[in-house]
């Protein structure tokens, strides 16, 4: 039986998606100008975010070796399960719990140390996906951003006055990656971590449309005596 | 002559012929800064990298060979992971763009049977 009205909503999901992007994007601009205004190299807060991308990233490949590169960071939805104990009739109300990739590259490329020897590349990119990581998990794990900056406080109290729909985001685990042996070698270094990014969400489905086969109408009231009457009309 | 002395003869001949064949000058940097010019095959293509997340970055990969005779003496010739010490480099210049670039050596292959050994590069910030 077809739906009588158009699907022409935003589901949480993709709010979610959406929000951690812009988290990380937002928290990143923060970060950069706090570190300019605090007179350090707001290069070392920067990142680069991509959100639900799969092709090759070539960010790395043409960039001279002097230039300095962000680690890049990049946000996928992997899986969602629902939560039988708290979702109601299946396609109505269901509560998911999701799961983010997060994954964050770091580039390392040689280099003379003045001090004495030099600097490796794998040594270097391992440093720089563990400094985009620190990035990652502080902005996501901070309070601010609890509900992903989407909680709706009462102005009165500036306590949250609806339940989000969209909850208990957190960094449930974090695994990091280096090449396989053939693809060790190259023109620069990289290391990778996956962070996963779990959040709690709830999905409403369209319900059937309600026909209304007649209108009951009822009025309660108490005569002077004490007798309750229900006056009705039915159309 | 054998044939393994012939094939020796052949591919120093073939890595060093900058005139008639696919050989390029090079330069070859020791860890003390000393350069010995050279000629061999330079290879520069892209490359893609998987981290092991199944995303890929690209990347390229880099390498020169070159005759194991005309190797300067002295310390062996190796892809150095000790931080503390300098390390082997290599230049030369891109014959697509003219422009000079620098390399580490991080990897060696060396191929007894037919005198020549592979460096594998990275790229290498400054000079």
């Given at each position: ?23 990380l ?13 605090a007179?350090?190299?707001?290069f070392f ?35 969602a399960?629902r939560?039988?104990?708290v ?8 509560v ?97 971590c ?8 709830t999905?409403?489905s369209?319900?059937y ?27 | ?50 981290p ?21 003496a ?27 670039s620098?390399?580490k050596?991080?990897e ?5 049977s ?10 290498w910030?400054?000079?």
């Amino acid at each position: 039986m077809p739906l009588q009205s158009l699907i022409d909503k935003i589901d949480s999901f993709e709010f979610v998606r959406d929000q951690i992007a812009a988290v990380l994007v937002t928290e990143r601009e923060n970060q950069m100008d706090l570190a300019a205004r605090a007179g350090k190299d707001s290069f070392f807060w920067g990142l680069k975010v991509y959100s639900e991308r799969d092709k090759a990233y070539e960010d790395w490949l043409n960039v001279g070796n002097d230039h300095r590169q962000e680690p890049i960071v990049s946000t996928i939805m992997k899986a969602a399960v629902r939560d039988p104990s708290v979702s109601t009739v299946p396609g109505v109300k269901n509560v998911y719990d999701g799961t983010w990739w997060i994954d964050v590259y770091g580039r390392g490329i040689a280099s003379d140390n003045p001090a004495g020897g030099h600097v490796t590349s794998d040594a270097m990119a391992h440093t720089e996906c563990h400094r985009g990581v620190r990035l990652v998990r502080n902005i996501l794990a901070a309070g601010p951003n609890r509900f992903l900056g989407a909680v709706i406080l009462d102005p009165a109290t500036g306590k949250p006055v609806e339940q989000p729909i969209w909850a208990h985001p957190n960094i449930e685990r974090w695994e990091f990656f280096g090449p396989e042996v053939e693809g060790r070698g190259g023109s620069f270094s990289v290391w990778g971590c996956r962070l996963e990014f779990a959040v709690r969400f709830t999905e409403f489905s369209p319900e059937y449309e309600p026909v209304i086969l007649e209108e009951l109408g009822v009025t309660v009231r108490r005569t002077e005596d004490g007798v309750v009457l229900m006056d009705t009309t039915v159309t | 002559m054998s044939l393994r002395d012939l094939a020796l003869l052949d591919v120093g001949h073939i890595l060093r012929d900058s005139v008639g064949g696919a050989g390029q000058a090079l330069t070859l940097i020791s860890p003390e800064g000393v350069e010995t010019p050279l000629t061999g095959f330079t290879g520069d293509i892209s490359r893609a990298f998987d981290p092991g997340t199944g995303m890929v970055v690209k990347g390229r990969t880099v390498h020169v060979t070159i005759p194991i005779a005309d190797l300067p003496a002295g310390d062996r010739l190796e892809g150095e992971t000790n931080d503390s010490r300098k390390a082997w480099r290599v230049k030369f210049t891109s014959v697509t763009t003219g422009v000079e670039s620098y390399f580490k050596v991080y990897e060696t292959d060396p191929d007894d049977s037919l005198g020549c050994i592979n460096l594998m590069l990275e790229v290498w910030r400054g000079c």
